[in-house]
């Protein structure tokens, strides 16, 4: 992250400073307490931050040293990548947690922009109950509907296959990101929307070159949230995909540990390899992950 | 042009509203069908009315399940609360590389809960894992101990893994909520007289309120459907002592650790359990709220 965001960040939360001032109690002996402060931060920052860092270093670490309790490898290799790409097929798990997740998100943010407009902008019968049915089961704990959806994808000959899994996502995600799409559209002006009609443009050229623009920030938040839900969803792919050639990314890692369980360089190299795209993603993109993912905040 | 726009809404809302019926709505009216049969997934389900609920209540580790749910809930709702509320409070003051701070806080929200509880499970390994390594190292041999193998440590120790992983995304939400609260309240506080631990007791806390109930909300919900961290890390072991009601409900429908045939009638009874539970919830959320789902 370049300093000139983190300046950014903070110019644009100017509040901390003066808050600061007004918080903490006046002079109680203050260099001790901002001493103290630092200190907890600190820990929390290493807490936060220890076992990634350990899981990055395991993975450099030559087999025999797997168990030596220095956590710093003494010759560090990167044979347990070179390992997990020959024999572990780790290419082939990304590839498809990549088409996987672009397929679904791709389909989630169309769909849930169209949908959001309607409910925001055009009014036709039955708006608002159909409104409320969408969201009556924002809550709906997934374990609720493992039994049916595997019945169902069952039924329709679609279990171990990734466009089962895709549809079950984009159903699965499509309710609340169609609700948040839809009040980033309430918040445009309307008149925009009127002065698109008198123009005579279509509902869906006004959808698409007024609305759809201004919806960006809206755009965004869904993107990133349906990226990170459908990149770390485990229960319904190992139990929807079986073949290790259809497998995702969550369910392979679960099933290499059967396999591997004591060669730790080889796991933490798997995991370390699974979090690349997202760490990547979250450490260019901070703040508009941080919002995305914090607007979940109410489907939980 | 009236009857036209409708039928524009209509086109819009169809694929979302078609994927809803067939993905959520219909495999929701069946989960609750099939909790009310007598089926082990490949024959014939029997219509048995409400017994599978009333095995439930002489099914042991249904209890012992339903126990640790509601202590996870418990144990992660006030944890989760309060650490994050303090870190937030805490970081809110003036601090150089506080951004470095947030950002690390952060990174365990990114990743997947697979991956966390692989990670945690080696931390946690008896002989090699590095918390009895350091423990060893600091001359505190004794404290070492083979955290996901003993009945006693086991919840706590996946507690701790899920605080590690969430202390970021709920001290996010509350440092957004302290940045929202008016500065001009704590003028008129100090101008009133009031100390540094007076306005975070009159000011801070009655408006952090409503980002607190929120978070309060999320945790419990979440409490109740705990499931990946439970499942990777010890698929509810040893001997049911981490057993939550979705590791039972998996394991019962796919019989996952072997033994005992796959029930998939009495899995979705406890499913349905599972959901009157996170209804409880979120009526608490509507009540807490006054209705308002969109505080943060």
Same mark, same amino acid.
């Given at each position: 992250m370049?300093?000139?965001?983190?300046?950014?960040t903070?110019a644009r939360?100017?509040?901390?400073?003066?808050?600061?001032?007004?918080i903490?109690?006046?002079?109680?002996?203050r260099? #001790?307490?901002?001493t103290g402060?630092?200190?907890?931060?600190?820990?929390?920052?290493?807490?936060?931050?220890?076992?990634?860092?350990?899981?990055?270093? &395991?993975?450099?670490?030559?087999?025999?040293?797997?168990?030596?309790?220095? #956590?710093?490898?003494s010759k560090?290799?990167?044979?347990a990548?070179q390992?997990?790409?020959? %024999?572990?097929?780790?290419? %082939?798990?990304?590839?498809?947690?990549?088409?996987?997740?672009s397929?679904? #998100?791709?389909?989630?943010?169309?769909?849930a922009?169209?949908?959001g407009?309607?409910?925001?902008r055009?009014?036709f019968?039955?708006?608002?109950?159909?409104?409320?049915?969408?969201l009556s089961?924002?809550?709906l704990p997934?374990? #609720?509907l493992?039994?049916?959806?595997?019945?169902?994808?069952?039924?329709?000959?679609?279990?171990?296959? %990734?466009?089962?899994?895709?549809?079950?996502?984009i159903?699965?995600?499509l309710?609340?990101?169609m609700?948040l799409?839809?009040s980033?559209?309430?918040?445009?002006?309307?008149?925009?929307?009127?002065a698109?009609?008198?123009d005579?443009?279509s509902?869906?050229?006004?959808f698409?070159?007024?609305?759809?623009?201004l919806?960006?920030?809206?755009?965004? &938040?869904i993107?990133?949230?349906?990226?990170m839900?459908?990149?770390?969803?485990?229960?319904?792919?190992?139990?929807?995909?079986?073949?290790?050639?259809?497998?995702t990314?969550?369910?392979?890692?679960?099933?290499?540990?059967?396999?591997?369980? &004591?060669?730790?360089?080889?796991?933490?190299?798997?995991?370390t390899?699974s979090?690349?795209? &997202?760490?990547?993603?979250?450490?260019?993109?901070?703040? %508009?992950?941080?919002?995305?993912?914090?607007?979940g905040?109410?489907?939980? | 042009?009236?009857?036209?726009r =409708?039928?524009y809404?209509?086109?819009f809302?169809?694929p @979302?509203?078609?994927?809803?019926?067939?993905?959520?709505? !219909?495999?929701?009216?069946?989960?609750? @069908?099939i909790?009310?049969?007598?089926? =082990?997934?490949?024959?014939q389900?029997?219509?048995?009315?409400?017994?599978?609920?009333i *095995?439930?209540?002489?099914?042991?580790i249904?209890?012992?399940?339903?126990?640790?749910?509601?202590?996870?809930t418990?144990?992660?709702?006030?944890?989760q609360?309060?650490?994050?509320l303090?870190? =937030?409070?805490?970081?809110?003051?003036?601090?150089?590389?506080?951004?470095?701070?947030r950002?690390?806080?952060?990174?365990?929200?990114?990743?997947s809960?697979?991956? +966390?509880s692989?990670?945690?499970?080696?931390? /946690?390994?008896?002989?090699?894992?590095?918390?009895? $390594? +350091?423990?060893? =190292?600091?001359?505190?041999?004794s404290?070492?101990?083979?955290?996901? +193998?003993?009945?006693?440590?086991?919840?706590?120790?996946?507690?701790?893994?899920?605080?590690w992983?969430?202390?970021?995304?709920?001290?996010?939400?509350?440092?957004?909520?302290l940045?929202?609260?008016?500065?001009?309240l /704590?003028?008129?506080a $100090?101008?009133d007289?009031? *100390?540094?631990?007076?306005?975070?007791?009159?000011?801070?806390?009655?408006?952090?309120?409503?980002? @607190?109930?929120?978070?309060?909300?999320?945790?419990?919900i979440g409490?109740?459907?705990?499931?990946?961290?439970?499942?990777?890390m010890t698929?509810?072991?040893p001997?049911?002592?981490?057993?939550?009601?979705?590791? !039972?409900?998996?394991?019962?429908?796919?019989?996952? @650790?072997?033994g005992g045939?796959?029930?998939?009638?009495? +899995?979705?009874?406890?499913?349905?359990?599972?959901?009157?539970? $996170?209804?409880?919830?979120?009526y608490?959320?509507?009540r807490?709220t006054?209705?308002? $789902?969109?505080v943060?």
């Amino acid at each position: 992250m370049s300093t000139r965001e983190q300046t950014g960040t903070n110019a644009r939360h100017p509040f901390p400073s003066v808050v600061a001032r007004q918080i903490l109690p006046a002079r109680a002996s203050r260099v #001790v307490s901002r001493t103290g402060g630092y200190l907890i931060l600190l820990l929390l920052t290493l807490a936060s931050i220890f076992p990634l860092i350990w899981m990055i270093l &395991t993975s450099l670490k030559d087999r025999s040293e797997t168990y030596s309790p220095n #956590v710093i490898p003494s010759k560090p290799s990167l044979a347990a990548y070179q390992f997990l790409w020959s %024999q572990m097929h780790v290419g %082939q798990y990304l590839w498809n947690s990549v088409r996987v997740t672009s397929v679904t #998100v791709g389909a989630v943010v169309i769909l849930a922009s169209l949908a959001g407009y309607a409910f925001a902008r055009i009014d036709f019968p039955g708006k608002q109950t159909i409104f409320l049915l969408l969201l009556s089961t924002l809550m709906l704990p997934g374990a #609720v509907l493992i039994i049916p959806l595997f019945l169902q994808l069952s039924d329709m000959h679609l279990i171990d296959s %990734q466009l089962g899994l895709i549809l079950a996502y984009i159903g699965g995600g499509l309710p609340f990101a169609m609700f948040l799409m839809r009040s980033f559209f309430t918040t445009v002006p309307g008149e925009l929307v009127d002065a698109g009609r008198m123009d005579g443009a279509s509902e869906f050229g006004i959808f698409l070159r007024i609305m759809l623009p201004l919806a960006r920030p809206g755009i965004a &938040t869904i993107t990133i949230f349906q990226f990170m839900d459908t990149w770390n969803e485990f229960i319904f792919a190992a139990t929807f995909l079986h073949s290790p050639t259809q497998r995702t990314l969550q369910p392979a890692l679960f099933a290499l540990v059967g396999r591997y369980s &004591t060669n730790w360089p080889v796991l933490t190299a798997a995991l370390t390899v699974s979090i690349i795209p &997202t760490v990547t993603v979250y450490l260019i993109l901070q703040k %508009q992950f941080v919002t995305g993912l914090t607007a979940g905040a109410i489907k939980g | 042009m009236r009857g036209q726009r =409708a039928l524009y809404g209509y086109l819009f809302i169809l694929p @979302t509203l078609a994927f809803f019926l067939a993905f959520v709505a !219909y495999p929701f009216f069946r989960a609750i @069908t099939i909790s009310m049969t007598e089926w =082990a997934g490949y024959d014939q389900p029997r219509y048995v009315g409400l017994r599978n609920f009333i *095995n439930m209540a002489h099914d042991r580790i249904f209890w012992i399940a339903l126990r640790n749910s509601l202590l996870f809930t418990v144990a992660t709702t006030v944890l989760q609360t309060v650490i994050p509320l303090l870190v =937030a409070v805490l970081l809110a003051q003036r601090w150089h590389w506080d951004q470095v701070v947030r950002t690390a806080l952060f990174l365990p929200v990114i990743i997947s809960m697979v991956v +966390a509880s692989l990670l945690w499970r080696m931390i /946690y390994d008896p002989n090699f894992g590095v918390l009895n $390594s +350091a423990l060893k =190292a600091i001359g505190l041999s004794s404290l070492a101990h083979p955290w996901l +193998a003993d009945t006693h440590t086991v919840m706590p120790a996946i507690i701790i893994v899920s605080l590690w992983k969430s202390l970021g995304f709920y001290m996010v939400i509350f440092y957004a909520g302290l940045q929202a609260i008016p500065l001009d309240l /704590y003028e008129v506080a $100090s101008l009133d007289g009031a *100390n540094g631990w007076q306005k975070l007791l009159h000011v801070t806390a009655p408006m952090l309120w409503p980002v @607190t109930t929120v978070v309060m909300v999320i945790n419990i919900i979440g409490g109740i459907k705990v499931f990946d961290v439970i499942y990777v890390m010890t698929t509810g072991g040893p001997n049911h002592a981490s057993e939550v009601l979705g590791t !039972y409900l998996y394991v019962t429908a796919f019989g996952a @650790t072997g033994g005992g045939s796959p029930s998939s009638g009495y +899995a979705a009874a406890v499913g349905v359990v599972i959901l009157v539970l $996170s209804m409880i919830g979120t009526y608490a959320q509507l009540r807490l709220t006054g209705g308002r $789902s969109d505080v943060y």
